[in-house]
């Protein structure tokens, strides 16, 4: 398996664009995660899909963020318009609930954002 | 509020020795902890789970406490090697299904 996809794996850009982020997990897993990771707040979670429907976008810091998960095989982050406050790692991470919610995390190699 | 703390941004040990890290957190009843290992430019890479019901896990030179009284679990790496350089993150998944969240990690340097 070729484990949790993400694309681009880099990207800068300026105020006020728009960003998206792009995430293919697991096959067969049927959560999946979306974190973002900064040396000051750590990794936070920003947003969970089971069975592709939203659980918890509790963490999806403002409405500028967005999320979507059509089909099992592919989700979207997006940032509409980005701020160089949003300039991270983005992760995108699967794991199967199917035994019970404390399975292990697969995470993807994650997006370095830059906005300038 | 609630707070998971790992002891230290960084440690430094030399080859060979026991390193151990720690996980403190407040306000937090979970039912399972979890460790992962991250290295630069890298996704986290899962290692242990333990359970708020078990005491100590091991794996291969590796081995987790949790206790549910002092609100902490400490990680134990033996016979450390420089390959075991990396930032270690814990995390806690409290009972339900609410998920994980995770500690700041420390960055471990094993030196030769």
């Known amino acids: 398996d070729a484990g949790v996809i993400q694309s681009p794996r880099h990207e800068v850009t300026e105020m006020g664009q728009e960003v998206t982020l792009r995430c293919k997990p697991i096959s067969g897993h049927n959560s999946l995660f979306w974190y973002r990771q900064t040396m000051m707040r750590g990794l936070e979670l920003l947003i969970y899909f089971n069975n592709n429907v939203p659980i918890d976008d509790s963490g999806m810091p403002e409405d500028r963020f967005s999320a979507k998960m059509p089909n099992a095989s592919f989700s979207t982050l997006k940032i509409q318009p980005s701020e160089p406050r949003d300039s991270a790692v983005y992760f995108c991470a699967s794991s199967t609930t199917t035994s019970g919610p404390y399975n292990e995390q697969f995470f993807g190699p994650g997006t370095r954002l830059t906005v300038l | ?112």
Do not use: M
């Open chain 2, 1 to 112: 509020s609630q707070k998971i703390e790992q002891n230290s941004e960084a440690l430094n040990i030399q080859e060979g020795k026991t390193a151990t890290l720690t996980c403190n957190y407040t306000n937090y009843s979970p039912a399972y902890l979890q460790w992962y290992r991250q290295d630069p430019g890298r996704g986290p890479v899962f290692l242990l789970l333990i359970r708020e019901n078990e005491k100590e896990k091991r794996k291969e030179r590796l081995k987790v406490t949790f206790d549910t009284t002092l609100k902490q679990s400490l990680f134990h790496i033996t016979a450390s090697q420089p390959a075991d350089s990396a930032t270690y993150l814990c995390a806690l998944l409290n009972s339900g299904n609410t998920p994980l969240v995770f500690g700041k990690g420390t960055r471990l340097s094993v030196i030769a």
